[in-house]
């Protein structure tokens, strides 16, 4: 494990093993109390309830926190690779993840069952934006190579890129012919397929998010941040 201690690498390590915690822990928890079906339940579906819904918002915010030191250190990263890469797509990128980290917290804050409107509207923030922080994060890796990431590494992460946001169209439009709002869905209904298509390609979105993180340990072993304090 020793390189755990290389440059910042144990930021995204933190990052992807917190975060697919937090994606199964509570749904663990939510089948053990038969809270939700077996069966690809939405993932807020798993933090419905108390007491998963506790751990979930936790989980949820402290993902959001470690994402949004992840996105930063990342800019900073490539900032100090501006003749490979373009200043102006990783400022737009910077910007995009920490919108996606925000709508993380909104989601962790406002339960599914009790503030829909608002929680949709967090889950939509995290999910277009988390998909063009990928896009553009994809476009920056080919133009720093070879002085950051391996070729193999830019193809991994425009291939996943391109996996979450295939699977994001059918998350959202098939969401909206979903009209079951139980948590326990019945598979005789009309609207099932759709569920299941939605919650299906969300929980791939969420993972390739994850899998997207996993490609930034190399990078990280790189740079390390520092703070310097100045006195006026």
Not at 61 to 90: D, H, I, Q
Not at 116 to 124: E, F, P, Q, R, Y
Request: with cysteine; charged share 15%.
């Amino acid at each position: 494990m020793w390189w755990l201690t290389q440059g910042s690498c144990a930021l995204p390590v933190f990052l992807v093993a917190w975060s697919s915690s937090t994606f199964i822990v509570p749904y663990v928890i939510a089948l053990f109390r038969r809270d939700v079906d077996v069966l690809f339940p939405y993932i807020s579906d798993t933090g419905a309830n108390p007491p998963e819904s506790c751990i979930f918002g936790l989980m949820t915010f402290v993902s959001a926190c470690a994402g949004m030191a992840t996105v930063y250190s990342r800019f900073k990263f490539v900032e100090k690779l501006s003749e490979a890469a373009s200043a102006r797509l990783n400022k737009t990128s910077l910007v995009l993840g920490m919108l996606a980290c925000l709508g993380m917290c909104v989601v962790a804050t406002f339960q599914e069952t009790t503030v829909t409107a608002v929680h949709d509207i967090g889950a939509l923030l995290f999910f277009v934006s988390g998909i063009l922080y990928v896009l553009l994060q994809s476009v920056i890796s080919y133009q720093a190579f070879p002085r950051s990431s391996s070729a193999a590494v830019c193809r991994a992460r425009l291939a996943v890129a391109v996996v979450a946001t295939l699977a994001l169209f059918p998350t959202v439009i098939c969401a909206f012919f979903v009209k079951q709002t139980d948590l326990h869905r019945d598979a005789g209904s009309k609207d099932y397929p759709f569920h299941m298509a939605s919650a299906v390609c969300e929980w791939i979105v969420a993972f390739s998010f994850i899998c997207f993180f996993l490609t930034y340990i190399d990078d990280f072993k790189l740079f390390t941040l520092r703070v310097k304090a100045e006195l006026l």
